[in-house]
């Protein structure tokens, strides 16, 4: 067995707004909400309903055919405008697996979504729906933004992996460095041997649920059933983000062997005093002090560099399967 048994993730029926704050935005730590959603009108969003209430716009959905092993084919997507009549008559297409992914959710859906009152701490952020059928999956990948996924309908499993695990679960290499070259219905004992040496975290969130999956935690997903979800995007907080890269420094995976000699310095950044902003200006501002001096980077990866070095206005949200 390569990947180690999975821990499972937190779950609470009810929650307090500190709470939700101290024990998991601000430990980084991702929390199943059971029956959140309980009583909202999003629990009523059947194909026929969202058939009449939403009839006259039109999404780009993703197209996947069967791969050899039956299950979508992520690198064959191909992008294609239907209407959502259209779109539902393909949910049937058993040749075919039809998704509509992390587009924004239509203004006239949103009142069905009431903010729970325990996420106060977080800021509001994009909705952007999810809607498919049976067998979809994603990648192993991270995203640079805190995550409230609310499951409407379907079940879907996430295996996650935490920020400090980044040593074993394969990264790419090159920028942005968000997507593991690891599968984890595929692995191989002599490719991804150090998966062995990490701490996977499983959480499978039904109808009702809602997930709080923190930013720059690795994960995996799959669905089953027909599926409905949304997920509401928030960008991470400087603070958030000096923790985050407090905690790969403390885990020896921010910098690089040959940076030893930094480290002392970073941690002084740190773990000073002072507003995160100047925080991370002092960082942004010693990595460039480096880099003249020693014409390379001292970060050991890519997603280290996005984390710091560039600002929040700029990083481009990208698309992975849920």
């Not at 999404?59 to 191909?78: C, N, Y």
């Not at 779109?87 to 203004?107: C, S, V, W």
């Amino acid at each position: 067995m390569i990947l180690p048994p999975p821990e499972p993730v937190d779950e609470v029926e009810a929650i307090s707004a500190d709470a939700f704050r101290a024990d998991y935005v601000e430990a980084h730590r991702p929390v199943i909400v059971r029956g959140a959603m309980r009583g909202t009108p999003a629990m009523a969003w059947s194909d026929a309903a969202l058939a009449e209430r939403l009839r006259g716009l039109r999404f780009t959905v993703d197209v996947m055919p069967p791969g050899a092993d039956g299950r979508p084919d992520l690198h064959r997507a191909r992008s294609v405008e239907m209407d959502v009549d259209r779109f539902i008559e393909a949910l049937d297409d058993a040749g075919r697996y039809p998704y509509i992914l992390n587009q924004p959710l239509p203004a006239r859906l949103r009142p069905d979504l009431p903010t729970p009152g325990w996420s106060a701490c977080l800021p509001p952020g994009e909705m952007t729906l999810w809607w498919g059928r049976d067998g979809q999956r994603s990648s192993l990948h991270l995203d640079d933004n805190e995550n409230l996924m609310y499951q409407c309908a379907g079940y879907k499993e996430f295996v996650l992996f935490d920020i400090t695990d980044i040593e074993h679960v394969y990264p790419q290499p090159d920028e942005p460095g968000d997507t593991s070259t690891a599968d984890l219905d595929r692995l191989d004992a002599d490719r991804h041997g150090l998966l062995s040496r990490a701490t996977p975290y499983l959480a499978r969130i039904g109808p009702g649920d809602v997930l709080y999956v923190p930013c720059y935690w690795w994960h995996q997903v799959w669905s089953y059933g027909r599926n409905l979800a949304v997920s509401c995007l928030i960008t991470e907080s400087r603070a958030q983000r000096i923790r985050v890269a407090r905690r790969l420094l403390d885990a020896g995976a921010l910098t690089t062997p040959d940076a030893a000699g930094e480290i002392e310095a970073l941690r002084a950044i740190l773990c000073a005093d002072a507003p995160p902003l100047i925080q991370l200006k002092r960082l942004r501002r010693h990595h460039a002090q480096y880099r003249r001096a020693q014409g390379r980077s001292y970060y050991r990866h890519a997603i280290a560099e996005r984390l710091i070095d560039t600002p929040q206005s700029h990083i481009i949200r990208r698309t992975a399967y849920h």
